[in-house]
């Protein structure tokens, strides 16, 4: 078996699970990212929501991510000696007169049942505007991701496996059965570079739709709530004490880190019409999510190239889909085990 290390090309969600996976079967690997201050998975809300979109759909397999995500990040917080994933029950508030309708269409639905703990929350009239009515989810919460990035970074560090620089394709020597990097031979290098994998030859005809969002960082007196609340917009009480609040959804193929001002504009009227108690925002930023047409998540190795691999496409369900897209991605690699068909990016195109 080939007993060459493993070379990570980036740091996210995407990166750090495939680290942390390794760390746990004894693998060797080094890691490669730059370090950005602002970058999608730590702008993330880290959100673990059951149901979602425009259309109140039940994300497939929502049960057996949050299962794994669940375990994965616990087993890191006893690691780590931090408390990074917490539960939040999620309530979900009808903005227009078309979603109660959806909405009884869906809860004919057992496996949406399953999510629900309310068809009647409860809220509070002088802090939030509801017309309506909604429902309450459970099984939901969030997670901090900037924690947690940083906290496996040191951790990483500490054990050598860091390289902290720009990553340029150009020092990458790739042959039919290994590749060279600074060198260092590797046995295959996982490119987890979110939509900036565009940029390197190797991926540059992956149809990727790198989607914008601009997240607030806010103060406000909820008079105590700390449900995550949703009507057009998020709002998510921190156990920090500060709120994040979002997010814009626009195609964007240049400028990802830029906050667009009319998104902007209509996020602080979303949340307007939604919050009736003074909001202080403290911060907002914008960022890429890693996204590909038609919301796939795909992963595995070149068509052509064989020692490279890629990891892409979580979108907005990095947190939750991470841990066991990771595990499939290095049984994969590692031990040749078969990939979801319609994840494998060498069966896709």
């Not at 999620?90 to 639905?109: G, S």
């Not at 195609?251 to 001002?261: G, K, L």
């Not at 930023?285 to 919301?295: C, D, K, L, N």
């Amino acid at each position: 078996m080939n007993s060459h290390p493993i070379l990570i090309i980036g740091q996210g969600l995407a990166g750090t699970a495939l680290a942390w996976r390794l760390w746990e079967r004894g693998v060797s690997f080094t890691i490669v990212d730059r370090d950005e201050a602002l970058t999608s998975s730590k702008a993330a809300a880290g959100l673990l929501t059951p149901i979602t979109g425009m259309r109140l759909t039940l994300t497939e397999h929502y049960g057996a991510w949050l299962g794994e995500a669940l375990k994965f990040y616990r087993q890191k917080e006893r690691v780590l000696g931090l408390r990074f994933v917490h539960s939040r029950r999620h309530v979900r508030w009808f903005k227009n007169d078309k979603e109660p309708q959806r909405w009884a269409t869906r809860m004919a639905d057992p496996r949406v049942n399953a999510f629900i703990r309310s068809n009647d929350p409860t809220f509070d009239a002088e802090v939030f505007s509801v017309e309506r009515g909604g429902f309450e989810m459970k099984h939901s919460g969030y997670l901090d991701t900037a924690t947690y990035l940083a906290a496996s970074r040191r951790f990483f560090d500490q054990l050598g496996h860091v390289v902290t620089t720009d990553f340029d394709h150009r020092e990458l020597d790739v042959n039919a059965s290994e590749v060279t990097w600074r060198g260092t031979t590797y046995r295959v290098a996982i490119f987890a570079t979110g939509w900036e994998a565009a940029r390197h030859p190797w991926f540059d005809w992956v149809p990727f739709l790198p989607v914008r969002g601009t997240i607030l960082t806010a103060r406000a007196d909820l008079h105590g709530e700390h449900r995550i609340m949703s009507k057009g917009c998020w709002v998510m009480p921190r156990e920090d004490g500060t709120l994040r609040i979002g997010s814009t959804y626009e195609v964007a193929f240049d400028r990802p880190n830029e906050v667009d001002p009319a998104k902007l504009a209509e996020l602080h009227e979303t949340l307007r019409r939604f919050v009736k108690v003074p909001v202080e925002v403290l911060d907002q930023r914008a960022a890429v999510r890693p996204s590909i047409e038609h919301q796939r998540v795909l992963i595995g190795r070149h068509p052509g190239k064989p020692a490279i691999a890629f990891l892409n496409g979580l979108g907005s369900k990095g947190t939750l889909q991470s841990p066991a897209v990771s595990r499939l991605l290095l049984s994969h690699l590692l031990d040749g085990a078969s990939l979801p068909p319609a994840m494998d990016l060498s069966g896709n195109f």
